[in-house]
């Protein structure tokens, strides 16, 4: 398909059945190229809803001062990382970007001035997770940034206006994880089958998930007053605030489910999240 074929798909884009919302935990790089429970749940995923005309990741390892989003033809693979093998850095996920979906989303956001921005690309936290779930790199992939001296509320409010993209075809993933907190991680036990979690991650993460199913986004927002351990869960907002870009677009009686919904390394929890 050409780049003038991909640009046309949003122009104009007619109403579709609303797209379902995905925050998902995306852990370790490792799971862009390991056959495992997480990225086998990914690739299930992918089948189980419809396919998007394109894709808006909300990664947490795109912190700027202001909001942006990827505007590019063609964004590029970000390795953002290190120590791990070069099979992982020989990736490549050529997906295409979309201007005038760009474009689009940028004026529905009335919140702030979204800037369009040309330098960026796919970093791991969306790369890692739609090779997994489109492997064929052949829908339109753009990433819109968090501005990371705004309070959680902002970022809450700020994704409400992208809700017409919901009706476009348009696949909104929030990426990070609930509980992050990578300074405790016991790698001694985090490949464990079962999984392993330390007491306070796994009372955190049922709370998460209690607020989530109840519809309580007021105390999610506001998750330093949740709970004692909110600190060791959040020690940064940084993987947390995807999950509020994705609560946002929740809209009445809509169906909530969980998958991955597991912990490693005593500190991380993959636990996922589907809306609609």
Same mark, same amino acid.
């Given at each position: 398909?050409?780049?003038?074929?991909?640009?046309?798909?949003?122009?104009?884009?007619?109403?579709?059945?609303?797209?379902?919302?995905?925050?998902?935990?995306?852990?370790?790089?490792?799971?862009?190229?390991?056959?495992?429970?997480?990225?086998?749940?990914?690739?299930?995923?992918?089948?189980?809803?419809?396919?998007?005309?394109?894709?808006?990741?909300?990664?947490?390892?795109?912190?700027?001062?202001?909001?942006?989003?990827?505007?590019?033809?063609?964004?590029?693979?970000?390795?953002?990382?290190?120590?791990?093998?070069?099979?992982?850095?020989?990736?490549?996920?050529?997906?295409?970007?979309?201007?005038? &979906?760009? =474009?689009?989303? +940028?004026?529905? /956001?009335?919140?702030? *001035?979204?800037?369009?921005?040309? $330098?960026?690309?796919?970093? %791991?936290?969306?790369?890692?997770?739609?090779?997994?779930?489109?492997?064929?790199?052949?829908?339109?992939?753009?990433?819109?940034?968090?501005?990371?001296?705004?309070?959680?509320?902002?970022?809450?409010?700020?994704?409400?206006?992208?809700?017409?993209?919901?009706n476009k075809?348009?696949?909104?993933?929030?990426?990070?994880?609930?509980?992050?907190?990578?300074?405790?991680?016991?790698?001694?036990?985090?490949?464990?089958?079962?999984?392993?979690?330390?007491d306070w991650?796994?009372? &955190?993460? =049922?709370?998460? +998930?209690?607020? /989530?199913?109840?519809? *309580?986004?007021?105390?999610?927002? $506001?998750?330093?007053?949740? %709970?004692?351990?909110?600190?060791?869960?959040i020690p940064?907002?940084?993987?947390?605030?995807?999950?509020?870009?994705?609560?946002?677009?929740?809209?009445?009686?809509?169906?909530?489910?969980?998958?991955?919904?597991?912990?490693?390394?005593?500190?991380?929890?993959?636990?996922?999240?589907?809306?609609?």
């Amino acid at each position: 398909m050409t780049k003038n074929e991909f640009n046309s798909l949003v122009e104009n884009l007619p109403n579709t059945e609303r797209m379902p919302v995905l925050f998902i935990g995306h852990g370790s790089p490792m799971n862009a190229i390991e056959n495992n429970s997480f990225s086998l749940r990914w690739k299930l995923l992918a089948k189980e809803i419809p396919t998007p005309t394109a894709v808006i990741c909300i990664s947490a390892h795109w912190l700027t001062q202001g909001t942006k989003i990827t505007a590019m033809d063609f964004p590029a693979t970000i390795h953002d990382f290190g120590g791990f093998p070069q099979a992982l850095f020989d990736v490549q996920y050529n997906a295409p970007g979309n201007r005038k &979906l760009a =474009e689009e989303t +940028k004026n529905l /956001i009335h919140t702030t *001035n979204v800037e369009l921005n040309h $330098e960026w690309g796919l970093d %791991h936290g969306t790369w890692s997770v739609v090779k997994q779930m489109y492997p064929l790199a052949n829908i339109p992939i753009l990433q819109l940034s968090i501005d990371y001296y705004q309070k959680p509320q902002y970022h809450y409010n700020l994704a409400k206006e992208l809700a017409q993209l919901r009706n476009k075809g348009v696949l909104i993933i929030g990426s990070g994880n609930m509980v992050h907190n990578l300074r405790m991680v016991d790698f001694a036990r985090i490949n464990d089958a079962e999984g392993y979690g330390f007491d306070w991650a796994l009372e &955190l993460n =049922e709370l998460f +998930k209690k607020n /989530i199913i109840e519809g *309580n986004h007021k105390a999610l927002i $506001e998750y330093e007053s949740l %709970h004692p351990a909110a600190k060791l869960a959040i020690p940064t907002p940084d993987h947390y605030l995807p999950l509020l870009y994705s609560l946002a677009l929740q809209k009445n009686n809509e169906n909530i489910s969980f998958f991955n919904d597991k912990t490693v390394g005593g500190s991380l929890t993959m636990t996922s999240v589907r809306i609609g």
